[in-house]
């Protein structure tokens, strides 16, 4: 599954292709006229885009998650209990300047010593567990199915289909972008410069072809982006290109050897080590922005604000560059839970399991501790009706195995047919609700920050609201909360565009089991109401 979606990559592709707790009673009503919300006709100023997913629908037109009203109308001088958020992730750069007040310290261990001070099977896990070593990279599943070679598979007939598809696919984008690489360069040659500005290309004269042929696309993606930003997408979809052909669907690629245990014996445990940020901090990127959306230091002048106000992150690292391992991701739930949190995010997926049934047992083990699962759709324009996603709480239609367990899809940023992020999964039956997931402000390792998107992003959205539920109101039961965020939610009565197909078009009540738009206003009244 796609973690990410670039924000621009489709734009410069076609480019490419053209040329080649308290006892405080809450008495505030509930928001439920959004039938009088008038989508924002004017492009979102940065100060609102940075933070659009804390904005309210009627206050500002944008279809956020009422946190800032929330906060300002709910939540003051109120007390709170601190919870624990597990972010089972690519890593988290627990050193950033936003984060660093927020990191979950395990007080039982002592640092360095060498020594299980706390007798939990893992050495000095002071900030949580690296379950992947120093691994980066890794296959697709559908990679890992077809080096088996086991041809009586039931799924391997169909993982080499998608492999032949997604191969001819990697290589076509890797020389579209080498394309627009190349004429980039020729363009700075031209121009004899670094860098260039839109009035650079109109009033370049020259007799390069290729200059030529790309100048007038050039200037229409510049006119919309800024040059540095059309730099960091081009570069963003080379990585992502060249990673695939090189590590993703590379079938001579082990990146597991590395971490030298049996990805097969969920009972050979004792591997990885504590260090959560992983052996690159830059890698670690995804889920530091993911870390960053539930729990980013409020109020402080850095970067943006988490959602929750009193939560401290559980870094568990074990979503590589490709996909996640069964037995990584189920440990890894039940490192988080065993050692404390209340809420876990889950911005990851795939659409191959080989073991889903160590994952599916770990989210029941969850369910029995009342912790919290929340989980990404993914980011492929699927109906999870007809297509199996891992992990979920449903497979095939099936009744759901567990209650604690909430499958979040993404929200663009117009209240209109737009409404639905183009790349977001949906499903009446598997999808449970929507929050915003469409350039979303967050931190990224080494002290910066940045937009990314997808339903990774809207995924700990909804993890942040939970946390600030569980904080407000620690009595209440993980399935308490999950009922809330579906049934305290907006019901938008629009139609929407779903899968970015301008012909396909749903009543949004169609597009996820609540019909509704996760609020943290609304969530909060009901909460309220609920604990009494």
Known sequence: MRLIRPLYVSAVLALALASCGTTKKVTAPAITNIDMAVAKKAPIADAQLKRWSHLDLLKDSIPGMSVDRAYAEILKDRKSEKVIVGIVDS???????????????????????????????????????????????????????????????????????????????????????????????????????????????????????????????????LSEISKDEFDKEIQGAKDHYYSQLNYSLNMEFNG?????????????????????????????????????????????????????????????????????????????????????????????????????????????????????????????????????KYPNDSYNNDPEFSNNVIIIGALNTPYNINLLADFSNYGKKNVDVFSPGMKIYSTTPNNTYEYLQGTSMASPNVAGVAALIRSYYPKLSAVQVKQILMESGLQPKLDVIVGGDKDDVKPFSEVSKSGRMVNAYNALIMADKLSK
């Open 91 to 221: 890593g988290v750069d627990i050193e950033h300047e936003d984060l660093v007040d927020v990191i979950w310290t395990n007080t039982k261990e002592i640092p360095g010593n060498g020594i299980d001070d706390d007798n939990n099977g893992y050495i000095d896990d002071v900030h949580g567990w690296n379950f992947l070593g120093d691994a980066i990279h890794e296959n697709m599943e559908l990679v890992r199915i077809l080096k088996k070679g086991d041809t009586k598979n039931p799924d391997y007939a169909r993982a080499k289909a998608e492999y032949d598809k997604e191969y001819a696919e990697a290589m076509a984008g890797k020389q579209q972008i080498d394309f627009i690489l190349n004429a980039d360069k020729a363009i700075k040659t031209e121009l004899k410069k670094s860098n260039y500005t839109i009035e650079d290309l109109k009033t370049l004269t020259t007799t390069n072809s290729l200059v030529n042929q790309v100048k007038p696309r050039f200037i229409q993606i």
């Open 256 to 388: 597991r050897k590395i971490v030298g245990d049996n990805v097969d014996d969920l009972s050979d445990n004792k591997y990885g080590n504590n260090n959560v940020m992983g052996p690159d901090k830059t890698e670690a990127k995804h889920g530091t922005h993911v870390a960053g959306i539930v729990a980013a230091s409020r109020n402080n002048g850095k970067g943006g604000d988490g959602i929750a106000n009193n939560v401290a992150i559980m870094a568990v690292r074990a979503v590589p560059d490709g996909d996640e391992y069964d037995k990584d991701i189920a440990l890894g739930i039940r490192y988080a839970v065993d050692n404390g949190a209340k809420v876990i995010n889950g911005s990851f997926g795939k659409y191959y399991s080989t073991h889903p049934q160590w994952v599916l047992d770990a989210l029941k083990y969850a369910a029995d501790k009342d912790v919290l699962v929340v989980i990404a759709a993914g980011n492929d324009s699927y109906d999870l009706d007809v297509t199996n």
